[in-house]
């Protein structure tokens, strides 16, 4: 069984940071990409950052140049670093692995965190 358990969520003021981390754990054998989307209230989920496992990158328009997701790849661990964040970035946060083999050669096509919820607020 393979699951993602995200950590690093809270309450920030606007312009504060925070930094997620999520860690994938079970027999796993690959992960083609890991990634963080968000759902506020009321609201669809959305793709804010993922990350593939040769480090090629893609972000929402909204947080270019102020969210930077990494990957330790030996750890199956992604982080997304939050900086200049703004009330419009509350939401909960799930962390996402898309494309995953196990060990035992089980092909899952998307495996979803529990969600953090972050919320920026004065």
């Known amino acids: 069984q393979v699951q993602l358990v995200e950590s690093g969520g809270g309450l920030v003021q606007p312009g504060g940071s925070l930094r997620l981390s999520c860690a994938a754990s079970?027999?796993?054998?690959?992960?083609?990409?890991m990634g963080w989307y968000r759902q506020a209230p009321g609201k669809q989920r959305e793709l804010v950052a993922a990350?593939?496992?040769?480090?090629?990158?893609n972000y929402a328009d909204s947080v270019k140049g102020r969210f930077t997701i990494s990957r330790d790849n030996a750890k199956n661990t992604v982080y997304l670093q939050m900086n200049s964040l703004k009330p419009e970035d509350t939401a909960v946060y799930y962390c996402?692995?898309?494309?995953?083999?196990?060990?035992?050669?089980?092909?899952?096509?998307?495996?979803w965190g529990q969600g953090t919820q972050v919320t920026v607020s004065s």
């Open positions: 990350i593939t496992s040769s480090s090629s990158t």
């Open positions: 079970g027999n796993i054998f690959s992960i083609y990409a």
């Open positions: 996402n692995g898309d494309r995953v083999i196990t060990a035992g050669g089980y092909f899952l096509s998307q495996v």
